[in-house]
């Protein structure tokens, strides 16, 4: 009867044991399906997306970005599609648009990044967790650590702003050196028949001559165009924004005759060979891909380097 007793015993603590292990078992695998998603915090508030996000939609400005940190792209806007820079990794990538939400859809996207200012939004979020960014509302380095924050690439997109601002600031000493601490720099580019002057934070370049070459802009353009970003004007005031280096933004397919006219070749940086053409498409932007492309630019081009 004792033995039984025994044995009664021993195969409850067994089967209990089981039991404990199956919970355990189970808890392990709820932790781990738990664990798929993330909360960041958007300016909208918390919202939970994926932990390795796989099928990323970008419908406006920051497909570069995610490209930079070895994240899939499925979908990326018209503007990213058309920057050489960005064909090797969007070679295979389809060409969206917020408008056309049945594309979209079509993509099977896990994620969905925008601006702010994105249409459809309400129906975006209900295709995927979509994330909106106001351009501008950061700095460009903070804006990428976001974007690595988004895709659980934090320490990647801080390595890489770690590594820029060195490779700027160093930059930055040769070229100054090269032209003088006083010479400024001014950033003109011709789009849709209008000529702009930009301030140093709506790409061009801008970020890298200004905020992190530390390079100065002249006095017109400070005053007209360094808090709104921009400033449009016409080609009669454009010797007063010229510094003594320009960096002209060019687009093949606009009208660039205003470079024939005498009030274009008598500024000073035509005169003396200090204008430096880039191509827009290439320069619009301001994320690494771009911006390490705009800094070989400009060592190029004010130190000769070739």
């Not at 079509?106 to 990044?113: S, T």
């Not at 925008?114 to 994330?131: R, Y």
């Amino acid at each position: 009867m004792k033995k039984l007793l025994v044995f009664t015993l021993l195969l409850f603590v067994l089967i209990l044991g089981a039991c404990n292990n199956e919970s355990s078992a189970k808890k392990t695998n709820d932790e781990i399906e738990e664990s798929t998603t993330v909360t960041y915090q958007s300016e909208e508030g918390p919202i939970e997306v994926p932990a390795d996000p796989q099928r990323v939609v970008v419908v406006s400005g920051f497909a570069g970005n995610v490209a930079a940190l070895g994240v899939n792209l499925v979908g990326v806007d018209s503007w990213s599609k058309q920057n050489p820079l960005y064909d090797s990794f969007l070679k295979d990538v389809e060409e969206v648009s917020e408008e056309n939400l049945e594309k979209i859809i079509e993509l099977n996207p896990d994620l969905i990044i925008g601006f702010s200012t994105v249409q459809n939004l309400d129906k975006l979020k209900e295709i995927a967790p979509t994330v909106t960014f106001t351009y501008g509302k950061v700095d460009y380095l903070t804006q990428h650590l976001e974007i690595g924050k988004l895709l659980n690439k934090e320490q990647e997109a801080q390595d890489w702003i770690n590594d820029f601002k060195e490779r700027t600031e160093a930059a930055g000493e040769e070229i100054k050196a090269a032209i003088g601490e006083d010479a400024t720099v001014s950033v003109i580019e011709n789009f849709n028949k209008q000529l702009y002057v930009y301030g140093n934070n709506w790409g061009r370049g801008t970020e890298v001559l200004y905020q992190a070459m530390g390079l100065k802009m002249p006095k017109k353009v400070e005053e007209m165009a360094l808090e709104p970003g921009y400033y449009a004007l016409s080609l009669e005031v454009l010797p007063e924004f010229a510094g003594d280096y320009v960096i002209f933004s060019k687009s093949a397919d606009t009208d660039n005759s205003f470079q024939e006219t005498e009030t274009y070749k008598n500024i000073p940086a035509v005169k003396n060979n200090r204008v430096f053409e880039a191509k827009m498409e290439e320069f619009y932007n301001n994320d690494p891909i771009a911006l390490d492309n705009q800094l070989e630019f400009f060592k190029e081009h004010f130190l000769n380097e070739k």
